[in-house]
C-alpha cells in the first residue's frame, strides 16, 4: 500500500511559507509491527505554531529536521491494527502528521485519543470537540476565570479557537466582544457565533468601540493575537481582570522585521491589580473527557455553534497553513483528506 | 492640647518632593466626640504612593487637597477614648496621617488595628508585621504560589517589602537573590537577610549575574520596580513562572519625562506559560492574623530577621519620603514621632 506525505524540505523565510519549502513524497507503507495501527487520514489540523516547528521548534516542541514528515494533529479510521487497544474502525484523533496515512503505537508522542461517535462530524474532533474547543474552554473558564456578568473582549475572534468564545461567554451570562478582520467575519460573529458585537480592526477605532461597548471597562481580555491590540486592551482593564495569553500571532510578523512590538501599557496589570497568564492546553488533559461532553451537549441544545474553514486534498496543507497568517481563514482551518 | 501636622500646600513637581510641598501646622486639638479616640502618634510610615496621594490618587485612593493633612498608616497608643473598642493604653497602628496626634473613630476608612503586644518595638507594626511584611507574605505565598525549590529573584531587595523576600523565600526551601543600588546593600542581604546571592545593579550586568545564580532560569520574579529590570526578568523565566507585580518605582521616574517604559519581552509570559499579576494587600485582610502570628513566630525563632530604616521627627516626614526614590532607605523607612 502507498502512502503520500509531505515533509519538510526547506526552513521558510517570511511570514508565510512556499510550496519549495514541501516535498511530496510517495512512499509503501511498511507492514504493522507489535502494538502499531493504521490510520486512515480524514482530516487534518493546521496551528501558528506549525510555522515554529519548521523554523527552530519555538521552545515548546523540538524543531523537525529536514526531510521529516510535517508534524500536525488529525482525525481518521483504524483500517488496521496489532494493538488491542486501538480497533479496527475506531476514529482516533493525535499526531498523524501531514499524510494520507499515519502508523501510530499508543505512546504519549502521539497524543492519540478516541474519537466518541456523535451526530456530528469527524472535523468536529479538531475543531470545538478537539484541542482548539478546548483551548477556548479551558482558557476562558479557567484561566480566565470567567463569572456572570463579565465583559469580555476577544482578538482573532473569527478565528478556529475565537470562534467558540462568544457562545461559551453567553453561555455563563457574560458578554463577548470580537475583533475581527474584516465586516463578513463582524457579521457571521455576531449572527451566528453568540457576539454581542463586534470590531472590524483594520477600519474602525479600536479603541473607540471598546469605550462603545464597555463604556466600564472589561473584565476578561482572551488574546489571539498579541502586540498593539494588547497594548490597548490594557487600558480598558477594570480591576481584577484577566488576560488569557493564548496566541501572538500578530508577532510572528513582526519578529520577522526584528520589530517586536514592546508594550507601552504593561503596568496597567499592577495598577488594576490584574493577571495576565499564558497556558498550555494538554496541563488540562484529565478534563478533556468532561469539556468535550459538555460542549458536545451545549451544541445538541443549540447553544453552542461552530465554524469550520475546510479546504480539500494533502497537497493544499502549505495553503491552509498560509491562510491562517494572511487571516483568511473564517472559523478552525481544516484540510479534507479523505472520505 | 496642641497637634503639630504636616498638610499639603502644593502638588509636587519632579521626582522628589520640597519641603515647600508641606505646611507644618500648630491647632488645638478638638474635644473627643461620641465614638472617636485620640492616639498618641509613636511612628509614621513611608511609601511611594504617598507621592501619588499628592499628584493625582494613582485612581487607588483620592487624591488630597490641598490643605489636607497628608495621608499615612501610623502606630500609636491611645490616650483618650470614647470608644469602647479601643481603650486607653492600647496600641493601634492605622491611618493616622502626618501628625503627633490623630482622632480616629473606627470607621473602616482608618483601617486601624489592634496591635498585639509582643517583645518587639512597637514600629514593626508599621514593618514586619503590619502591611509592609503582609505585602512580601502574601504576595510571595499567594499570589508567587512559592514551592519549595523555587529559585526566586526580587528588585529593590534593600527595601520595605524586600528586605523579608530573603528569609521567606528559605523558610520555604527556596532561593532568593536581591538586586540592590548599592555594596552596602547587597552584603546586608546576604549577611542578614537570607538572601542566597544580591546583584548591585548599578555596577553589575544583570542579565549575566542572574544567569550566574540561576543558570536554569527563575521561578519567581518578585517586581519592586517595573521598566527594564522587569524586561530583563521576562527573559529568565521558566516555565509556569509567576512574576509578582508589587510596585514598580522605576516608573514614578519616567513617568515625569513622559517615556514610561515600553516592555519588550512581554511575550515571554506566553511562550513560558507564565502569569503576571497585581495584588491589593487589603484583599488579604482576614487573614493577616494569621500572617502576622506566623511571621512573629519565626522572628522569634530567629529564622526572619527585619531591617528599618528610622528617622526621628515629623519634619523629617517629607525627607523620608525622598529617601525612597533617592533610594537611600535600607529596609522599611519610618519615621519615630515620640517616644
Redo the contacts between chains.
Keep these: 500500500m502507498k502512502n503520500k506525505r509531505l515533509v519538510l524540505a526547506a526552513r521558510p523565510k517570511g511570514l508565510l511559507v512556499k510550496q519549495a519549502d514541501f516535498r511530496m513524497e510517495e512512499v509503501k507503507l511498511p507492514a504493522l509491527k507489535e502494538g502499531e495501527f493504521l490510520i486512515k487520514v480524514l482530516f487534518l489540523s493546521v496551528a501558528p505554531v506549525m510555522k515554529f516547528y519548521m523554523q527552530d521548534g519555538?521552545?515548546?516542541e523540538a524543531p523537525l529536521q529536514l526531510g521529516d514528515v510535517m508534524r500536525g494533529r488529525g482525525v481518521g479510521k483504524i483500517i488496521a491494527s496489532k494493538n488491542a487497544q486501538f480497533k479496527i474502525g475506531d476514529i482516533v484523533q493525535g499526531k498523524c502528521g501531514w499524510q494520507e496515512y499515519a502508523i501510530c503505537d499508543g505512546s504519549p508522542y502521539f497524543m492519540m485519543y478516541k474519537v466518541r461517535q456523535r451526530k456530528l462530524p469527524y472535523s468536529t474532533a479538531l475543531g470545538v470537540l478537539g484541542m482548539t474547543g478546548f483551548t477556548s474552554y479551558f482558557g476562558l473558564y479557567h484561566i480566565g476565570e470567567l463569572k456572570a456578568g463579565d465583559q469580555v473582549l476577544v482578538s482573532a475572534a473569527a478565528g478556529g479557537v475565537g470562534t467558540t468564545i462568544g457562545h461559551l461567554s453567553k453561555i455563563k451570562n457574560a458578554k463577548a466582544i470580537g475583533l475581527a478582520s474584516t465586516d463578513e467575519k463582524c457579521k457571521l460573529l455576531m449572527e451566528k457565533l453568540g457576539y454581542h458585537g463586534a470590531i472590524n480592526y483594520k477600519k474602525e477605532n479600536i479603541s473607540e468601540r471598546i469605550d462603545h461597548f464597555f463604556p466600564e471597562g472589561i473584565n476578561v481580555y482572551f488574546d489571539n493575537v498579541?502586540g498593539e491590540i494588547?497594548d490597548i486592551a490594557l487600558t480598558k482593564l477594570k480591576?481584577y481582570s484577566r488576560i488569557v495569553?493564548?496566541?501572538?500571532i500578530s508577532?510572528y510578523e513582526n519578529s520577522l522585521n526584528s520589530s517586536?512590538y514592546?508594550?507601552?501599557n504593561?503596568?496597567k496589570?499592577?495598577?488594576?491589580?490584574?493577571?495576565?497568564?499564558?497556558?498550555?492546553i494538554y496541563?488540562f488533559e484529565k478534563d478533556f473527557n468532561q469539556a468535550e461532553e459538555q460542549m458536545a451537549t451545549w451544541i445538541s441544545q443549540g447553544k453552542l455553534m461552530y465554524q469550520e474553514d475546510i479546504l480539500e486534498g494533502l497537497e493544499q496543507m502549505p495553503i491552509a497553513l498560509n491562510r491562517l497568517f494572511e487571516r483568511k481563514n473564517i472559523g478552525k482551518q481544516l484540510v479534507k483528506i479523505a472520505n
Design positions: 519555538a521552545g515548546i498579541g494588547l480591576k495569553i493564548c496566541g501572538r508577532q517586536e514592546a508594550l507601552k504593561w503596568y496589570i499592577g495598577a488594576t491589580r490584574s493577571k495576565m497568564q499564558g497556558f498550555f496541563d
